[in-house]
């Protein structure tokens, strides 16, 4: 059976107005390594700001947070489809819309699937846990624009430190702590802790640098401990 | 537009081994009640005995706890499609499998519908304040074998008391004193309190034959506050 | 048998970068006044900006033009879904994704029906006219931000007239001689034309201000001839 | 091309309440060894003893007939779940519902499917004749709790004696004998037997332990002429 | 709950060669007729001679059983789309392919809805009484080339007489005696009158003329009495 | 990657009435050769006699022109379905509806592919022309009942000589020039040109016994110059 990793690429990869496709492209490059090492990935895409965009817009009009979260969803669509055309030929060519369509998407010859979110009331976190699960993964890559778990958000506090390991409960507790502050710094939500845990999936934090050598194994980011 | 009730029917009511369908019966008729009252009612399935049943076989069997959900959410479905069964003719004729599928019903000429749950790492709760929210749903009874939230686990603590009301918060933390009694306590989990709470939805918690009275707004049962 | 209007949106409706989704609220106010005057309406959403930059940023990363056309209509379905936001209950709940999902959303108890685009190589404008051919509709209204077919491009060319009507032939023939300067003056394209011209579909250009009225049968835009 | 052998397996096999899941391992170890001598197989589960609890209940309720077989297929599908969960790695991840959904799958890198019945009407008898069918199987094994096909039903007569060989037509004598003894010998129905025939299947009736000499040719249960 | 007809339409309707779509015009009358009188109507289309020239091609070319069913089927749903444009607006406007699609389009608020074939290994009889059974419909009417049930066929037998009524018994019989001559004197295969019988579908058999005369419950063809 | 060649197949080759499945059967030969050569093969079967029979009785029924063409589709299906079986192993079991359906399939370990229509407003040579973008194919071959683009229709004009290559430009004016002549020389319409141009897909016109040729780049039919 194969080898699996699932990365978690978050959405500040898409910002495609001020960056353009360039992030996306190194995340692939990342993506292509792993693939090229035997590895097979599920990368799950975040939403970013282009999918905060059409939130804002539809708040405004009167949506249900329940469609504000599909809105939100068919844009992490949009943003593995980038991903995908940033692979070409060694990822599968279209989007899992459910874990049945990703793991069909699995028993197919290609080695790298891309997908976005599934269901509105779930995180990509989540559904990265879930595909985790699924897949029977050997680990989960949560790969942001920061190297890996801080003691305090580290573009608001000098002094915060990266942890090299971290227990689910302590990562709880560091997370409900900032859990009011919406939109700044929202790593790992509750459902995706729990998920990881009833599973005990090895997942380590990193940055999008760091995707490969945390599949090898390398020592980056931030590690989650049982 | 219509005016919805989502109802979050417990797996409790579709424990076939021992009671066949006399409780679907029962729910059936609470459901018929509103609806003859102009309400449209969206119905979520639990899973109870039969989904444990094919869940502990699984996991004997070394399945990943995805797949023990999407076991579990099969059964949810045959459920619902015993609420069907029993509704005849006022009930969309089949078992929505997605909140768009959901909505597609929403907008045809049946006024109940009865769904199961969605998608692996939501439990059927989460699926019921999801629904109404999709729906802009007046409100959401979940009906439970206990009539309201009490202080305590009632059957296990005679001097536990039903509360009127419960503060959204409060109701967390009863919750999460009960957590690791795994399969004891389960009311409604956090991610679904999560969701009640961003939406602000009307909720209130009572008994099967309770239904009817909470959708008409008379007191019974235990009402949640944000 | 009802009689449906269908309404093609152009995407610069959805300039949510620079308007939010001010302009979408006008355009579901002109499509909810003509439901109230009992039409029932089927409006198709372009893609704008927001579907733009993600085209370029995928034609960067080496994705195929199917891939872009494809990419692009995910977007035009997002901007679906901010006109079903702003419609509310009146809309039919989710995006038909083929004509016969159309068809299928056309039997149901919703008077307006918002989709986007359906397959690569299909604009959004023959997408417009194909659904008109489907639902049997009464008129087509092209909606964009000028208010109608123009002997030359009104933006560049002042003295540039407005026509009252326009012969299929000779609006060919205007838009042939436009069609070297990609994303300036592009109306409606050959194939729109075509389909519009084998049912013989009563087609008028307005401006988004216009709908309603064109809708009504009063004098604005231009009429397309056969 | 590969060789398909097509086993339906019987819903016995998945008795939870009594058993737990030790008969669906036991089943999936003889398809697992079919699998590791190059064979590929298309198992079909059958409903067993809560597909029927299910089905009582759902009567009482008064459902219809065919949507009594829905139900009873739906239960199928979470037995063919259990076997996937049994099977591991090598079974394809999800359960066709279509034959269509089952020749996808035959054109993937997994070398087990496992399904469970597919539309009202049909007994999962027949769904595995005509899977052995659309695969081009080179033969059907229908594994069952008895061994064989015997003159009489060996539970009730002592005297019984298993056939080496049976042909078709007076297999269907034998069925029709029995026929109106609904729930006690039920083996393959008229419809299934038809389906054999018209397409000469090469058929082994067997019990669940002799599924794998079965595929090997070797001499086990008994064989249907033609 | 609304009253439904179902409708077998045999595949001789649609003999386009020889008579173009006058007789599938002709039907559509008879079934508009009944719509007028306020029945709902499930038309099953049969597939005649096109589907009969692409199974000969196809077994020719060496497509399994399976295979020749599902190329019938897809002729089967070209003959209901024939049905849907003679229908027009009252026709459900696309044609169902499941039983489940089916019963979604039962609860839109098109009076008639026409459907094929729906999985090899069932005739349109079958598919038709199935269609009876879940819509819990009043009648199925067997529309065909000749007006009723006779002692032998017809056109090959003068003497042969028309049956007032017959029983499910006495009808089996009748078919099975006539079996051998495939393509002759296929009237309602065993599996359709298994189906009929287990429900008592109130049905009669008559020719296309017939069909309304028989929705209104005056004497005409051949009644099936269980 | 692989090397794809897409092929499409004219309506021509399916004339079942005249010349049953033979002329499939030639045609199957040269795909399965282009196989055997080690090439992965997407077809696209047309329409041809039978497509143009229903269309004709559909028509006088009152079908939409939309519907026309949907019906039209299911004939190219019916047509895909043939060649599928003439194929035999080496295809992928089922047709394609969509081009993510042709990805998906693209994505398995069966090396041709056979599809028909997509949607309407769409010809079969358009589905070619973005199925070869899709799957970034080496070459498009355009399979006709004649060798390659002439500078008259060869069935009238005696003197009219095949091109060995010809510019998009000199085609088109050759197409618009026939276009008014419905049905007599309709080659590579308006979309289908734009798309191969803007993709610069190789693309040759030649007959069917020349196909496998074409695949090969041996001289050949006609040339498409960009």
Known sequence: ???FAVVKVSGAVFDLQNRGGEMVRR???QLRGA???GWRVAAVAGGGSVARLYIRAARELGASEAALDQLGI???RANAELLIAALGGVAYPSVPQTLEELLAASASNRSIIVMGGLQPGQSTNAVAALAAESLGAALLVNAT???GVYTD???KNPSAKRLESVGVEEL???LSGSEHKAGTYELLDHVSLRILERSRIPTVVTSYEGILAAIRGEKVGTRIMY
């Open 1 to 3: 059976m194969d080898r």
């Open 27 to 29: 995340v692939a490059d």
């Open 35 to 37: 693939s090229e090492e």
């Open 74 to 76: 068919l844009i992490t």
């Open 145 to 147: 624009d920061v190297d």
């Open 153 to 155: 958000d580290p573009r």
């Open 172 to 174: 709880t507790q560091l």
